[in-house]
Each structure stands twice: as structure tokens, then as C-alpha cells.
């Protein structure tokens, strides 16, 4: 029997047999309906033996045995397909941080999907859209600071951009433990055996935050780390992105200026800065021109919990040096925030001056309570953001607490309110700081019907209750 390679897969699937293949990329394909190209991935998620590069070795949660994951990489407009298979002690699910894929492929256990139990499998699929730097990502209990994440990177079908070198950062805060970030708050002792054997997502209290020992980019630890490698006169591409769990970072290239260009995917107008602070599920396209040789590194600011471990050389070719050159946080510095930040999307929304439906949303927690809430709700005994399809809806935040929530919302790009500028200037992003006791209001085009995971991007205070859901009202 003639059989082709992906009705193999497609049978695989079907009796359930656990298939690993090396290659993560099964190859690409005309759809046979449409013409769009299919891009296929094969990825199993199961715990590996891993090494930043310092320390110890430990057992991290993997998609094919590697952290991060395998890079996904396609045009604008392709279809992404992927065959995941579930080789861990407990249910997982991949949502796809930031695109606004159908609901039904979002990934959110329990609200979009069941999770996927240990040895079966699922197949993702939809449309690469919009061009953009993406992550993927585990949603289902503590994975995520385990290890299940990965870059997403959609290019644009023309107009690539005017650069030479284009670099994926992945910014991560480790405990070099097995089992991950979770294994602090478990018993030390405890081997893969335990971890099969409980269920840790049942106990009643939400574990805190960890106190993280290794802080990698793509994997390494520097000194580990090979440097990024860049020519004299060159124009270099950064997709810095923050798949970290609990960890936000102030970077600065030492010798150069980072001219931001993306904010979560979204072209903005190039604004130049110093530093560039960047919270959990953000992405930023920088770029700087390699117009100063020498070695010099990359690295987030000391803020006091060993951040400041990130580092990333970045090596002119030819030049032979010892030790990078580090960057001064000394102030005056200059940090480029939303507020000066200004889309290059037009805006195509109702033709509304108010949104025609809001939402205040209480963002509290931390002090003499394990729980973090949404208007003192703990999910999933929270409110639901109801809203109709084609309205303009406004999210209204009230940080009362003392810790700063990346605010993320699923299925949808929301504009940053800036009453100070027009809204088409109005940044465009799916996950947003919202600073200790501050206020900030953002507004969303209810376009993508379905029922949508709102929560914040510190997983632990995700797991603490943290979130609640945007449904769409039937028509
Ligand atoms: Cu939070």
C-alpha cells in the first residue's frame, strides 16, 4: 500500500502509538484545497535530562527532549500543523501565546479543549497570521516554568525587512531542579517515580514563586552561551522574548542603542532606548547597527533576585578579546515605555469615540493571602467579561497590590489607551504590565468569537486565581 508520510502520522495518531522521530520538521506541503502551504511539526512533550551549561544536571519538562522547544518558523499566511504527543505523567496542552488562532486551537484545558492525557495525542492546525514573533507554550499547571515553551516566528510573506542578521532570544528563569521551577515547594527527594505517582495540581494551596538559581537565554547560562556573532556595519535583528514564569528584565546592550521596532509582534514607530524592560509573555523586535567593534554583552539589570546572571556576548567578527565589555545601568537612562511607543497598524475598528462596553478590573492579592484575584474573584469562581461580537470593549485595571501583573488576553490584540495621541497610534499588544498601584486602561475589537482565557502572565499568580474569561453573548 502506497502510503504518504503524513497519513502515516495521521494513522499513528489514530491507535494512539507514541511516534518520535527525530527531525522536528516533518517537511512542508501544498494543501491540496486551498494552495496555502502546510507547515508540519511533530513535537512529544516528555521530561529529559537537561544542562544550561552550569550547574547541575536536572530533569526538565521538553517538547522532543530539547528546552527551549524546537523553533516553529513559517510565512505569513502558511498553515501551521502540529502533531503533539503526550509523553508526561499528566495532561498538557500547547497555546499559541499571542496569535489569534481559532478558539477551538487556543489551548486552554478546560475552557477551549481537554487537556491531553498522558500517552494520547492532538493535532493543532490553523493560519500563521499576523507576521510576528510568537511563543509557544504549555497552559496547563506549572509547566510552563518547567520547561514547555518555545519560539513562534511568522515572517512576512513579503517586505522581510531590512536587516542581515535576525536572533531569537529566549529569556528564562530556571530552578535547576527536577521537575523545575514547581520542585522547590516539593519535597527534594522526590524522583520522576513521585512525580508520576501525584497529582500536585490538586493540593488546595497555590505554590509561591520560587527562588530562582539559573537565569539562561535559549537554554545556556553564561558563560556557556556562544556569542551572537555580528559584521561591521551590519543591521542586527533581536526577537527578545519573555517566556519566563516570574521574572521580568531590564536589558541594555553595552556600546550600542536598542531601537525598538515590534511590541509583541506589532510593527511601531523605531523608537531608540536604553534599556528595555520587558515582563513574562512580551516579546520585543529590537535592532541595532553593529557600528562599534569589540566584545560586549547583553545583560538584564540586577534588581536584586539575580537577574542580572542573563548575560549575552555579542562578538564582532575579527575581533579577539578576553572578557565582554558589560553594560553601565548608572542613571540617567533612558527607558522607552507604552507611552511612548506609537503603532504603525491602522486602526479598523467601530467607528466609535467610547468604547460601547467596559470592564474595571481589580488587579489584588500578595499581602496576607496564597490567592491573587480579579475583582477579589479567584478563577475559576470569577467574573465572566461578556461582550458581542464587533464591539469595542475597554479593559480598565486598578493594580491595588504591590507586585506588577503582565496582564495577558487571549484570542485578541488590545490597543494600550493613550489619551494623549490619536487611537490608530495606540500600541497594539496581547500582554501588558500593569504596574503596583498604578491604573491603565486598554481597549480590544470583539472580533474572534469563542470563550477566551484574560489572566496574568506570572504563572504562579495564575495558578493563585489570577484570571478570569472574555465570552462572546450569541447574537
Ligand atoms: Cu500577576
Redesign the pocket.
Known sequence: MDITRREFLRAAIGVGIAFQFPGIKLGTLKAEENSKRVNEFNFTTSPARVNLGRGPDFVAWTYNGQIPGPEIRVKEGEIIRVFLHNSLPEETTIHWHGLPVPNAMDGVPGVTQAGISPGKSFIYEFEARPAGSFIYHSHVGYQLDQGLYGPLIIEPSHNPGDYDRDYTLMLEDWVMQDGGGPATKRRRTMGMGMMRRRNFHSSSVPLTEPVYDGYAVNGRIYPAIEPLIVKKGERVKLRIMNPSSSTIYNLRLAGHILTITHADGNPIEPINTDVLRIGMGERYDVEFRADNPGFWLLSAMDTGDGESQLKVPILYKGIRAKEPVPPSFIPPLRYASYWDMRSKIPYTGPDKRYPERGYRQV?S?GMHSPY?TINGRIYPNADRLSVKKGELVKLSYWNH?M?????HLHGHFFRIRNPSIPRELWILKDTVIVDPMRRLEIEFIADNRGNWFHH???L???AAG?ANMVVYESS
Open positions: 488587579l492579592g491573587w497590590s507586585m506588577p501583573h503582565p496582564m496574568c502572565h506570572n504562579y499568580h495564575l489570577m
